[in-house]
């Protein structure tokens, strides 16, 4: 299964694709410049949108295409854009970064679901800023996420969290940037 997405233009939003034909399986609006994930087996897909929403899909074996399982709202009053994904290989879980605008500044979420619903397992705040990159171990149990951390370098801008935990077991605190 291949994923394409585009941000702009005539063939915006994401395409799921058979990759051994091109035929495509399913098209949605994505309005969003980061990629969507999948996961080991095609059966899930994640995509987010620059509202703040989290789309999880499901393949049908029957009709050959994936259908909307959830959608979960997780923008803040200020406004959230979903950023970085990841679907464990598994396909049992789900984790999305944020970058939350705030008045006169910027923060970044994570959040980890497992994927039968769209009630999150746990939220990590006040990351500093974006949260751009997301991985998950192939059995979700181990979540790394990285971001660009507050511009004075006060909060880490890399964690390794347990599935069960919203408490990082492991940070990095580097000069620039994480992808």
Avoid: C
Avoid at 73 to 93: A, H, I, R
Avoid at 141 to 156: E, F, M, Q
């Amino acid at each position: 299964t291949l994923l394409m997405s585009q941000y702009s233009g005539e063939n915006s939003g994401m395409r799921v694709m058979k990759s051994e034909n091109g035929e495509l399986m399913m098209s949605t609006p994505n309005q969003n410049q980061n990629m969507p994930a999948i996961s080991y087996d095609g059966k899930i897909i994640a995509r987010g949108d620059y509202s703040g929403h989290l789309y999880a899909y499901e393949y049908d074996e029957d009709t050959e295409t994936y259908f909307e399982k959830w959608d979960a709202n997780l923008s803040t009053e200020s406004g959230t854009w979903v950023t970085g994904l990841s679907v464990s290989g598994d396909g049992l879980t789900i984790a999305a970064g944020t970058l939350v605008f705030l008045s006169a500044d910027f923060d970044g979420e994570l959040f980890v679901f497992n994927t039968h619903t769209s009630t999150p397992i746990w939220k990590f705040e006040n990351a500093g800023d974006e949260i751009s990159s997301v991985d998950l171990s192939f059995d979700g149990s181990i979540v790394a996420a990285a971001g660009w951390g507050p511009i004075n370098n006060a909060k880490p801008d890399f964690y390794l969290f347990r599935k069960n935990s919203s408490t990082p077991y492991f940070t990095l605190n580097t000069l620039g940037s994480m992808y």
